[in-house]
């Protein structure tokens, strides 16, 4: 009976993978598609496990459609020659562990890959092309099908009789993005037959239900009215999603097969599905030990063949109340669910919308004390964002809740055209910022404080601990225009003792000859760690945290600047007009030497330790910096 | 026989227009809403002839709706009361001239009013909230579902048990929209049954017909696949308008009203469809004077019941090639689209892709000449540039095209998707900047320079004559990452008589006091004469274009402005790391006194004189700055 590799990992743990010859002799011994996935699924869960985060239930779901794609597109040359290259990519991206086990099988990563998940120069979070075998970045939702008609005019140009079929794998709740619907008729009228859309109909998305977040409608009527062939067919079972792909290769037009899988398909207890009102469990995240390695017997007992038995570990499941979530160390996070929920109790006008991300925006708690005044949208940040343009016209305060990197760059100019009618729109994004740096730069916004700040009367705050929440949010609320709260989803530094004194410099550390101005508690944590150690190198550093980055300097705020030799802009974002530009602006002309010291280019993926010393945001890199430019 | 007041305008020419008075009659007199609607027709083609511009096919197609749609709204109280504020607005809002005219015959606008279109302080080119009676702004497209499911949630927050009717006109190109079907599961979802979208559907979008440009499927299935009741009426017959949105009222669910109208609809010569291949003549632009003599005539006929006659006109209607049309001064615009020709002769692998604007980006002659290179994808703009990336992936440069506004804000994270993956894709965003101020801010692109330069990897330039243009995009194509070419869609300055020498100051006017520094027609041009006006008052004022804003100043153009006592940036843009930033930066510690001159917050609407001289950007504004801050 084969049994997986164990690797003792750093981590302690014994993790447990198939290898590549060991995946072969499958294909070799059975010829069967599903023992393939199922080896795929453990390699898959092992590299999250490793990783330390991923999107376990999306990946598990995917894999029978992924091997028969591969196995449609390979044809009998599958396993035995090179990959011949044709196009297959997942639009959703965040099942990249699964598509990266794909590649792996398909002899494009080897076994030691596997293992450099959401590390610096491994295996990004979501698919990037630096990757051999990814044809183009994904992890931001609905832009698939667009891309294989990309693909689909290149390979054309190159031959104009090519019908060489190119596969795009959807989510379900990507189906909410408008972009999917937009992009389908332009594939009929190119006539693009060899185009094949596939969902991976999972029935789950971020929060919870596809039909309790956004019900799609009748998805064949709305398919077939855009003129694609609709097939269905069980996403579960390998040979029939190639048994439908060889169906659409024959259509001669685009075709959107329905596959239906279940998420966390492989593993009985991830297969549960939570009850209505309840979120999805393993939507994302590692497994605890424990589980990790029940689900590694499982998914090896699918393989060997050996009976599954029944799980001894049912009783242990972790438990999880959407309302009082466990485990979940403070960060802004939490505080914004604690801060909006008083927001909502003493402002009866504010609304809060939310894009199918309630548990990872802080709005789950107020969904069910103010269920009126709270909008589930799905992944339809457009949308979302111009319904939050009338609600204000109409005398409410929109609060719209996403991810920074959606929000501001999806709905950018629904967010414009609220802008021009100068009404009250608050749009908080988490996800501000390097960290957490694991997902890859489809989710760090480091570009948000640049478009924001482009908008007209948009003010841009970036908090780094509860008061400064307190304060951004309490300014929002009175400003007649646009807000934007870019919130960095880490721990926060230590509450100011008093209120915040306006938009101006907040004292963290007092020193007497370099001062750092930063703003979000990442950076303001790393600041206040560089200015002690700093200290020790005989060095004063003072640290001020800057809560609102739009605001120009205050003549006070300039008088204390120009007492210090040197100023250091910390921006935990791509170059704006943001510190750096605000205090070169006030200190013009004054003896103080300025620098600003942030991202540049595209962020790095990896963990966050390593991603900060790779930008030089991490304290002792900070440290490196003050001891360079001292006085 | 009434006939219509006329106005001997400052244009010298005789304006025709039924005062509110004569339209309260016409009512009384025959109550029919036909009649009324052709009385707005009038007011409606002669506010675009006093405003120069404006888009008059839909504004005559759409009238017969709009009269409908607020008789239905006020019921029995339909011009007897004031008002009573049922929402009615237009998601397209190219159609302002007839939702302005309805506003005059609700009473909400004066006579007076209609002779501001597109005038500062007047009526915008687009509607905004501003003018009383605008629910909101639009002009950028697919808004206007999402915008009405916001007015409804705040009726139902009002009152729970409010159904008051809300009705929002969509234009047939604007499905061409993803947001459109992004947000119609949510109306479903909340129950709002009181919402009404009717479809203007006159076949003809910006180009050219919708089916031409990107057939939109099968309506009906596509729109009850999303929930909605899909019903269809003769557009042009208000009282089977007002019949079928009595029926909708009665409706559970969301209501879907396909509206068959005709572009150009009560005056012969502009129902007039185009040939083939032929662009649509009267999207927009006013009239020439004896067109509008003679529509004077025709539409006037219509309401006083005369019997039409023959056009005796119809051999002096307007030629028009689409190939080399005539009357077109040259800008811009006709130097791009000499250079994209140029462009796609000498690079095989240039892709040209156009978002239903091909007469108006310059792609219309190299889509007669390079079809398989060429890809219409209809107003859709964030399939337009995904499109793109997976074209660029494939080895291909494509260049995306459309106006600034809807590029650089409609597809960002498009856009920011496809620079990480760190390949060549050409962005050209045409009406970049104040000028063509009339349409509007959704139109006038004075955020993109921020947003585009916000974006990893992403060269701005922003060239002002025919060489800097040549110079900007050879520098793209030979660029291994993304390029914008922000283009004012004004004329061109005198071409230099080299090449542009890099990214650097290119000098226009030569002096020795004072330094312009600036980019883009319609400021050099303005910067050239302020110099001229200033030598005059005896300062000595240089003036240097900069075709690449996203670039650092080079120690060499450091010096020469350092020889200046003054250097002034002036952008045409909003705030943004460019000129100012540069020159700021490099002159640091210098004596030389450095200031921006540049547009601040929203853009004003109007004619562009009145528009330049309101943000101070005009040649004399600059010549009193130059006073002010000369040495």
């Not at 740096?437 to 482009?454: C, E, L």
Request: hydrophobic share 40%.
């Amino acid at each position: 009976m084969p049994q997986p590799r164990v690797w003792e990992s750093s981590l302690g743990t014994s993790l447990s993978y198939w290898s590549r010859e060991q995946l072969l002799e499958f294909w070799r011994d059975t010829g069967d598609l599903k023992t393939l996935a199922n080896a795929c699924r453990l390699n898959a869960i092992t590299a999250i496990q490793y990783a330390g985060s991923g999107h376990i239930g999306t990946s598990l779901s995917s894999l029978d459609i992924m091997v028969a794609v591969r196995r449609f597109l390979e044809g009998d040359a599958f396993l035995k020659e090179v990959p011949h290259g044709g196009v297959f990519f997942s639009s959703k991206g965040h099942d990249a562990p699964a598509y990266y086990a794909l590649l792996h099988l398909m002899g494009q990563l080897g076994d030691d890959d596997l293992f450099t998940l959401r590390r610096l120069g491994g295996l990004p979070g979501h698919p990037e092309t630096i990757t051999p075998g990814v044809p183009t970045n994904t992890g931001s939702l609905g832009m698939g099908i667009s891309k294989a008609k990309g693909f689909i005019k290149a390979q054309r140009l190159a031959n104009p009789d090519s019908r060489d079929p190119v596969v795009v794998m959807l989510g379900d709740g990507e189906l909410n993005e408008g972009q999917i619907w937009e992009s389908m008729p332009g594939a009929i009228k190119e006539g693009f037959s060899e185009l094949i859309a596939i969902v991976d109909a999972n029935q789950i998305q971020s929060d919870t239900w596809t039909e309790d977040t956004l019900p799609m409608g009748d998805l064949r009527k709305r398919v077939e009215g855009s003129g694609w062939i609709y097939l269905e067919c069980d996403g579960q079972d390998p040979d029939q999603v190639l048994e439908i792909l060889n169906q659409a290769q024959q259509s001669s037009t685009p075709t959107f097969i329905v596959a239906s899988t279940t998420k966390g398909a492989g593993v009985p207890w991830m297969e549960s599905f939570p009850q209505a009102g309840e979120y999805y469990k393993f939507h994302s995240g590692a497994l605890a030990p424990v589980l990790y390695a029940e689900a590694v017997q499982i998914l090896t007992r699918l393989v060997t063949g050996e009976s599954a038995g029944s799980s001894n570990l049912e009783s242990s499941r972790p438990e999880f109340d959407a309302l009082t979530p466990k485990d979940r160390p403070e960060s802004l996070l939490t505080v914004w669910e604690d801060v909006l929920a008083e927001v909502m109790a003493s402002h009866t006008e504010v609304v809060a919308l939310d894009g199918d991300l309630s548990y990872d925006t802080g709005t789950h708690r107020v969904r069910h004390a103010y269920p009126e005044r709270y909008l589930q949208t799905g992944i339809a940040e457009q949308d979302m964002v111009s319904m939050a343009g009338t609600l204000a016209l109409s005398g409410h305060t929109p609060i719209v809740h996403s991810f920074a990197t959606f929000l501001t760059m999806r709905a950018t100019e629904q967010i414009f055209n609220n802008a021009t009618e100068y009404s009250r729109v608050i749009y908080v994004g988490f996800l501000a910022g390097l960290v957490p740096s694991a997902p890859g730069f489809s989710h760090q916004a480091v570009t948000d404080v640049g478009i924001m700040g482009s908008l007209p009367g948009m003010r841009v705050f970036e908090p780094s601990c509860r008061s400064e929440v307190a304060w951004a949010i309490s300014e929002a609320l009175s400003y007649d225009g646009p807000s934007f709260l870019r919130m960095g989803t880490v721990p926060p530094v230590a509450a100011l003792s008093g209120t915040p004194s306006g938009s101006g410099l907040q004292l963290r550390v007092e020193g007497s000859s370099v001062a750092l101005v930063t703003s979000g508690p990442l950076l303001a944590g790393e600041a206040i760690g560089a200015a002690e150690a700093a200290a020790a190198d005989g060095v004063s550093v003072a640290v001020f945290t800057r809560p609102e980055l739009s605001a120009p300097l205050s003549d006070a705020d300039r008088e204390i600047l120009s007492r210090f030799d040197t100023v250091i802009s910390l921006e935990n974002f791509a170059p704006a007009r943001a510190h750096h530009h605000g205090v070169s602006e006030a200190l013009r002309g004054t003896h103080v030497v300025v620098l600003r010291w942030g991202i540049e280019g595209i962020p790095a993926n990896g963990q966050p330790a390593e991603v900060l010393a790779h930008h030089g945001l991490d304290a002792s890199s900070i440290v490196q910096l003050i001891l360079q430019n001292r006085p």
